[in-house]
Structures are given as structure tokens and as C-alpha cells.
């Protein structure tokens, strides 16, 4: 593409590396932008499947950010939101068929929520907020960098989640072979119902806030 | 700057290739698709009599396990028999049934039949039932083991595709299939009750009723009149085969 050519930046400009930092961060999808909330509260009980649905979103964010930078200049803009949901909605049957395939049992455990992530509000936002708008390469970028920024935060809520709430990482019993529960430690079951999800989110970004001070908004 | 035109070229070429590219991945991945539904059907069956199994040795246990396969036809006689890795009567393996389609036959009408899987486990004789029904947002699936009496339930399993999560999808967890555990299916007079899902719980009933029923789930009661009906509606199959056989 000729448009590349023009590019000067080099592939991983201060620019370019801003797309992947910053939703990690300071613009991150869950404790700033607090989108796609509701799979990150559903999903996060046990680790395995935050993960899956966090390789997922990157995969569908990723790839469908490019396909819609690709595209952009042939969409036509009175039906933008139909191309990009068809778009959406294919790479997620994808995603859905291959887990099915290859992942039975954590497709079996996400059940509904991998057909949900064609509603997740990060992936359309993206696309019409950067994919419709900027090349292949930074959209790309783009799109890994919100993913990211979105599965960090389910890993460590399922993180949390499955050792306090099952005493278990991955299906391993951490706390079994440390001995705790003969001292009469006991697994807090509240802990693997959705709402703690919220309240472990809520103090990912309470410990956010104190750490970027910018964050804080003045009253 | 677009016409319509091009808007309607534009969606239907779109269109064709996503159907393509969908169809043609449905495709290729089927046969590894349907490897894991059976694995997963074979560990239900397990699991409806407490063997954990993975699945890697789903298949190894199913051997070892379940000697036997029935098919029962309507009128409960034994329609063809697979014992041992062998097809000994009747024309198709009982595993291979399609439940979903000997149900309809049955709503018609029609003749039917219905599989019974035979376990031996730890000397005892237990009877496997699998089920099938709908639950709010699709199909729902199980299995119900029977002690040798055939009427006190020694194990349940339930799964589904797409109930909500957190609410009707709690019919796959433990702690809901273990309730069923104990419950009878006749009543003293040998009369068929099966065991019902009860909203509001077991205690609502009367003390000599609760042997025959469970908790519903609250926020999933549609799904749990589902269970219901697919429990009633499937193990009434199995009624003239029980009282020929067991009484």
C-alpha cells in the first residue's frame, strides 16, 4: 500500500508503543473506560477460562481491528455498524467453533459468554473509535493493546478469585499442599459468586488511582 | 459518494464470503466436534454413577464400566442388546440412538426406542437413564443412574448448552445433581411419581412426598420446571421394561 510508504514512523514509534501502554494502564477498558464489565465479572471464577476469554478477545480485538482498517475506506458509512458487527460476529463463530474443537471443556465452562463477546463494547468501540480511522499496523496495535489491557484485569480477578474462593491456580490445590486448611483455614465461597468480582475490580482500581495520581479527578 | 448500489453489492459480497469462510470451518472442524460430544456424552454416564472420568480415559472407563447397552422399544421389551464391544441383537448400538429424535417419534405417536446403559460397579448392578430435554434458552441433557432396584436413584448429571449462567446453568454443578441421590421414582403402592423439581423447595411438600423431589433453583425456574418435565417425560419410557423386569 502506498499509504504505508509514507509512513515514517518506524513499527514501534513512541506513538505506536502508546497504543499498547496505555489502555494497560491509564486507559484501560475495565477501570477507566468500564466497558465490558459484565463478561469480566461472569467469566473470572476460575482462572483457565479468564484466560481463554482474555486470549480470545485478543485474538477477535486484534484481528478485527485490522480487517476494519483494511476496510475502511470501502465501508460504506450508512452501514459501517452492520460491517463492522458481521465482522465481529464471524472472528467470534470462529473463535466459538475452534474452542468447541480443540477446548471443549473451557468452551463448555464459557458457554454463552464467547457468543457474548460480539456484544462486548470494547471490540465495537475500537473499531469505530480507531480501526474505522487509522492504518493496518497502529489499528492492529490498537486493538492487541485494549485486549491486553482488558485480559490483565480478568487474569487477576480469576486469579484472585479461583485461589481465595476455591484455594486452587489452574486447578492446582495451592492451599492443600501448603497445609492451610489443617490449621483450619476454610475457602471463602462468596468469593466464586459474581458479585466479588465487582469488589475485586473495584479495588483494582482503587489501587490504580492511588498509584496514578493523575487519574484522580479534581472537584 | 457511495451508492446504493455499491452498498448492496457491498453487503452481499460480504455476506457470501463470511457464509463461505463460516461453513467451510463448520465443516472441517465437525468430525474433531462431534469426538467431544461423545467423549462428553460417555462422561455424563459416568458421572451419573460418581466415576470421575477425564477426557482422555472417558473411553477406557466407559469399557470397563458399562458392559452392557440396551434398547428398549415402547412396550418395554429389549429391541437389541450390545454387550462387550458387540452388537449381539437387534440392528443399531443403543449408544448410537438419537434420544432427540426417538422423543418426537414418541410425541407422534410413533414407535420409538430409548437407550439403557448397564453398569457394574464395585459388585452392584446399577441402571443407567439418559435424558433430554428443553430447558429456557435450549436443549438440556443428563443422565440418571438407578441402584438394582431400579427405583432409588444412586447418581445424577446434568448439562445443557446455553442456560443463563449463575441461574439455570446451576443445574450442572454437584451440588444440584446430588440432591437427586436417594430420591425414589415409584411410590410405596409401585405406582411411577418420578421425582420432581420443586420451587420453593422439598419442604413446601408433604413429608411423605419429599422423597420424591428436589430443589428447584431460584432465578432459574424455568430451567428447573425443564428438568422436570425431561425426567417425567423420560423415564415414563422406561415403565412397562421396569415392571416386567423388577417387580
Known amino acids: 500500500m502506498s499509504a504505508e510508504v509514507k509512513e515514517k514512523d518506524p513499527l514501534f514509534s513512541l506513538k505506536n508503543r502508546k497504543l499498547i501502554s496505555a489502555p494497560l494502564n491509564k486507559d484501560n477498558p475495565i477501570t477507566i473506560q468500564v466497558l465490558g464489565i459484565c463478561s469480566a465479572l461472569a467469566v473470572t471464577a476460575k482462572l483457565e477460562p479468564s484466560v481463554v476469554m482474555a486470549l480470545s478477545v485478543v485474538f477477535v480485538l486484534g484481528v478485527g481491528n485490522v480487517l476494519i482498517s483494511l476496510l475502511r475506506k470501502t465501508i460504506p458509512p450508512r452501514i459501517r455498524i452492520i460491517v463492522q458487527l458481521t465482522v465481529i460476529a464471524t472472528l467470534v463463530i470462529l473463535v466459538d467453533q475452534f474452542l468447541k474443537a480443540f477446548a471443549y471443556d473451557v468452551s463448555k465452562q464459557l458457554s454463552v459468554f464467547v457468543g457474548l463477546i460480539i456484544t462486548n463494547c470494547i471490540i465495537m468501540g475500537r473499531f469505530e473509535a480507531f480501526g474505522m480511522a487509522n492504518k493496518p499496523w497502529p489499528s492492529f496495535l490498537d486493538g492487541i493493546g485494549n485486549a491486553l489491557g482488558y485480559g490483565w484485569i480478568l487474569i487477576v480477578v480469576g486469579f484472585l478469585r479461583e485461589l481465595l474462593g476455591s484455594g486452587t491456580v489452574w486447578g492446582y490445590p495451592v492451599f492443600e499442599k501448603f497445609g492451610l486448611y489443617s490449621v483450619g483455614y476454610e475457602n471463602n465461597g462468596m468469593m466464586i459468586l459474581p458479585p466479588m468480582a465487582l469488589i475485586v475490580v473495584g479495588v483494582i482500581i482503587w489501587v490504580q488511582r492511588t498509584k496514578v495520581r493523575e487519574l484522580i479527578e479534581e472537584n | ?247
Open chain 2, 1 to 247: 459518494m457511495f451508492s446504493n448500489r455499491y452498498i448492496f453489492i457491498y453487503s452481499a459480497v460480504m455476506v457470501i464470503i463470511v457464509a463461505a469462510l463460516l461453513s467451510l470451518t463448520a465443516m472441517l472442524l465437525q468430525p474433531r466436534q462431534e469426538r467431544n460430544l461423545t467423549i462428553a456424552n460417555i462422561q455424563g454416564i459416568l458421572t451419573a454413577v460418581n466415576i470421575e472420568a477425564t477426557s482422555d480415559d472417558a473411553e477406557e472407563l466407559y469399557k470397563t464400566y458399562i458392559k452392557t447397552e440396551l434398547a428398549i422399544d415402547q412396550d418395554g421389551r429389549i429391541a437389541s442388546v450390545y454387550k462387550n464391544g458387540r452388537l449381539e441383537e437387534g440392528k443399531v448400538r443403543p449408544f448410537d440412538i438419537d434420544l432427540k429424535k426417538e422423543l418426537y417419534n414418541k410425541k407422534m405417536g410413533n414407535p420409538f426406542i430409548i437407550p439403557l446403559y448397564i453398569a457394574e460397579k464395585d459388585g452392584n448392578t446399577l441402571y443407567i437413564i439418559p435424558l433430554r430435554g428443553a430447558g429456557l434458552w435450549g436443549p438440556l441433557y443428563g443422565n440418571i443412574a438407578f441402584g438394582p432396584d431400579f427405583n432409588e436413584i444412586v447418581g445424577a448429571d446434568f448439562s445443557h448448552d446455553k442456560e443463563t449462567p449463575g441461574l439455570g446453568a446451576e443445574i450442572s454443578t454437584k451440588e444440584f445433581a446430588n440432591q437427586f441421590i436417594g430420591k425414589t421414582i415409584f411410590n410405596d403402592a409401585g405406582e411411577f411419581v418420578s421425582v420432581r423439581v420443586v420451587k420453593g423447595g422439598i419442604t413446601t411438600m408433604p413429608t411423605a412426598q419429599q422423597i420424591h423431589g428436589v430443589d428447584a433453583i431460584s432465578g432459574g425456574t424455568i430451567t428447573s420446571i425443564g428438568v422436570s418435565d425431561m425426567v417425567n417425560n423420560c423415564l415414563e419410557n422406561y415403565i412397562s421394561y421396569i415392571q416386567n423386569n423388577f417387580k
